[in-house]
Every structure is written in structure tokens, then in C-alpha cells.
């Protein structure tokens, strides 16, 4: 993983040369990522501490208008004890999902195995946190592995969104208006936001070669993730509360592409965070966000929206994210890696 920086102190950005995916339609408007060192490994975990690792995968089956949309993924806490090889599995779970055209539930199948009729027939997006949460208020309650892989389904939807750039003709339409100063990145007279006042079209950026995330020396750093479709976006998620006086904590996500077998997954958005609780291991006392990689140059102000959530506690992180985080001082994606360090205090409890 890469060093952790400061915004005033960041590497400068690596300079990529722009090769798009073969799926990329011809005379799309490209533009080189913001690479500021994305990971090519994972922190090592520490001594009494617990991680959780997640990753779903998004697959839009079909042309673009009558498509159905397959999600798959899982999630697992590893709780390890005084050294490494002291670690147990304490909780796992996955997700599988088929969506229609319209963005609505057509099944719905996890483990555990859950009732998920009140889910099924709802479309994933306005309400349907909601509805998740007065369908499975044990699983919520608990910060389970389930819950998060359940909470993150509209997010997932969000990027799959961009795998569609890739393969389709996009020219923006009255969706890129809407987005107008939704966040740093589509902010007004940004790259995005220029581009599309000015020719009616988004651009497309092009990230580096995703490097692997696991370590040779840790074969339980991550849970198992097998490879990724073409065709298909994944995100990676990992967040670890590590034991102590005062408690610490890291997180991570990685949203990738991969247009064909014959070629590498590509990194669109990339953060880490680091972090502390304070005594307690309730209230969060620092939170500092890295960007690794991210798409626009507007991108990185978002990074010092993660000090907002100094002072509060991690059982009101979700709704402070999701009243306070708004606007062109975030970023949607970090948004959402913010979000679950509502889980810590529960991830904490399991601490050896």
C-alpha cells in the first residue's frame, strides 16, 4: 500500500499514458487519471485487530436499454489476536442480486440466508436504504457483514454506470446536468462540467493498471475473490479497528474495470483513510483521507470532508454522512468509505 500523505504534503501525481479499454467508443473524449501512487499491495494487519474485507461485482447483461443488471459479491471480519497467524473468521457473508432494466430487484439470494421478499420488486435507489433497514433491523443493528454487503448495493449502481461509458456512446444528456455540483468532481466549470457545456458529451478518464491487493506473506489478508468478468466494475472495501489505548483504524476501497479477458482491470477511484477513536473506541478523535486514485482534477479537494466526522460518534457516522456530505466539497465515492466506519465500535467488540 502506498505511504500515507497530506494533502499538502502528496507525491506528485504520476504522469500515465491514456490507452483505453477496447471496448471504448471511437472519438470518446479521453483524459489520464490523477495517480498519486495507487497500491500494489495491503497493509499488513496488526496485532489485536479486525478487519473486514468486501467486494461486489457489477454486470450489466445485454444492450444498454433492456439490459439486466447482476451483482455478486461477499464480505468477511477476521479478527486477529496477539500475533498474525492468531486469526479466526468471526462473520462472512454474500450477495447475489439480478436487477431488471429499470433498476428493480427480480431476485434477491445472501448468506446467511435471510427473508428478502420485502426487498424484492423495489427498485435500488431513492428508499431503498429505507426499506432495507425496516427489512433487516437485526442485521443493521449489529453492523453485520450482510448488512454492508445489502447497504452498498446502490452504490455499486453508481459505478456500474461508468462501465457503461466504456461500451456505449454517452453523451451525457440531462443526467450530467442534473449531477451539476453533486460533488468536487462534477463541479461547475470543472473538466467534467466544461466538457459537457461545451460539447454535449463526458469525458472519459483512464486510470493505471489496478495492481494486486494481496500479500505474499498473508494469504488471510483479503477474504477470497476470484476474477473479474469482462465487462464488469468491482469495488473492493476493506476497514480494520486495531486495539490499544487508543484505538486505530484503516480503510480502504478501489472501484475497477476490466473491458476484456485479454486485458488488466483499470483503477477509477482509489482512497485510504486513516484514523483514531479515543478511549472509549466510540468517538472518533482524527480522520485523515489519502487519495491514491481519482479521476478529475477537482477530485482531491473532497479529501478534508473525512475531518468531519471528528468529534462524532461511529454510531451517528451514517447519518451524519448522509445529511452533512453533500455538495462540491465531497466526493460521492469517498462518501460511502466513510460510511462504514459507522461499523467500527461493532468490529471493535470483537477484538481479541
Not at 494487519?45 to 450489466?60: E, N, Y
Not at 505474499?216 to 476470484?226: N, V
Amino acid at each position: 500500500m502506498a505511504d500515507r500523505f497530506t494533502l499538502e504534503s502528496r507525491p506528485p501525481r504520476r504522469v500515465l499514458p491514456v490507452v483505453a479499454p477496447s471496448t471504448t467508443p471511437s472519438g470518446t473524449v479521453l483524459a489520464p487519471a490523477l495517480d498519486f501512487g495507487s497500491a500494489h499491495s495491503t497493509v499488513p494487519r496488526t496485532p489485536r485487530s479486525v478487519r473486514r474485507t468486501s467486494h461486489l461485482d457489477s454486470l450489466i447483461q445485454g444492450d444498454r436499454d433492456a439490459g439486466r443488471v447482476m451483482i455478486r459479491g461477499a464480505a468477511r471480519d477476521l479478527r486477529t489476536g496477539s500475533e498474525a497467524a492468531d486469526a479466526t473468521v468471526v462473520a462472512a457473508a454474500t450477495v447475489e442480486t439480478q436487477l431488471d432494466a429499470a433498476l428493480t430487484v427480480q431476485r434477491l439470494v445472501t448468506t446467511p440466508e435471510l427473508s428478502t421478499l420485502h426487498l424484492v420488486g423495489r427498485t435500488i435507489g431513492r428508499g431503498f436504504r429505507a426499506a432495507l433497514d425496516e427489512a433487516v433491523p437485526a442485521e443493521r443493528d449489529a453492523s453485520t457483514p450482510l448488512y454492508l454487503l445489502l447497504d452498498d448495493l446502490p452504490v455499486i449502481l453508481v459505478i456500474t454506470g461508468y462501465a457503461r461509458q466504456f461500451s456505449d456512446d454517452v453523451r451525457g444528456g440531462s443526467e450530467a446536468g442534473r449531477l451539476r455540483n453533486v460533488c468536487a468532481g462534477f463541479r461547475d466549470e470543472g473538466v467534467m462540467m466544461r466538457s459537457f457545456d461545451e460539447r454535449g458529451t463526458i469525458p472519459i478518464s483512464i486510470g493505471p493498471v489496478a495492481g494486486p491487493l494481496g500479500r505474499d506473506d498473508d494469504p488471510l489478508a483479503w477474504h477470497e475473490i476470484g476474477e473479474l468478468a469482462p465487462g464488469a466494475m468491482r469495488r473492493r472495501r476493506l476497514v480494520e479497528v486495531r486495539g490499544g489505548a487508543e484505538p486505530t483504524f484503516y480503510a480502504y476501497f478501489r472501484d475497477t474495470y476490466r473491458a476484456s479477458l485479454d486485458e488488466p482491470e483499470i483503477v477509477m477511484h482509489e482512497y485510504q483513510i486513516h484514523g483514531s477513536l479515543d478511549a472509549d473506541g466510540h468517538t472518533v478523535s482524527s480522520c485523515v483521507a489519502d487519495p491514491l486514485t481519482l479521476p478529475w482534477p477537482e477530485c482531491p479537494h473532497a479529501a478534508g470532508s473525512a475531518a468531519w466526522i471528528v468529534g462524532q460518534t461511529t454510531d451517528d457516522i451514517r447519518d451524519v454522512v448522509r445529511v452533512r456530505f453533500r455538495g462540491t466539497d465531497t466526493c460521492t465515492h469517498l462518501n460511502d468509505l466513510i460510511r462504514s466506519l459507522g461499523d467500527l465500535s461493532a468490529l471493535g467488540a470483537v477484538i481479541a
